[in-house]
């Protein structure tokens, strides 16, 4: 599986990005869980956002509930993450993930095929 992240920039605090993680044409993600990770310099990396295969289960960390959405797009191969009233301290590397199985893990050892990471700069 290949994993294109994309969507990544420099954005004032309180504006919006939206992520996108394609898939490769010859591979289906249809089936995997996808999750969304993010590692800032000098942190470990952590879970930010995950979604079951079908899209109608999904979970977010604590610090992100009620700005950042994911969603997807079996049809075409996608996931998105859309990430309003963005604050400094979500600036990071952002990676995208597909998990083992159906379900969406907030542990990274879930999943085994990982995007190249966008960077996300929140300026304040």
């Known amino acids: 599986v290949q994993l294109q992240a994309s969507g990544g920039g420099l954005v004032q605090a309180g504006g919006s990005l939206r992520l996108s993680c394609a898939a490769s044409?010859?591979?289906?993600?249809?089936?995997?869980?996808m999750g969304w990770f993010r590692q800032a310099p000098g942190k470990e990396r952590e879970f930010v956002a995950g979604i079951n295969w079908r899209g109608g289960d999904t979970t977010y960390t604590d610090s992100v509930k009620g700005r950042f959405t994911i969603s997807r797009d079996n049809s075409k191969n996608t996931v998105y993450l859309q990430m309003d009233s963005l604050k400094p301290e979500d600036t990071a590397v952002y990676y995208c993930a597909a998990a083992r199985g159906s379900f969406a893990s907030t542990s990274g050892a879930s999943y085994n095929y990982w995007g190249q990471g966008t960077q996300v700069t929140v300026s304040s």
């Open positions: 044409r010859r591979t289906l993600i249809s089936n995997n869980g």
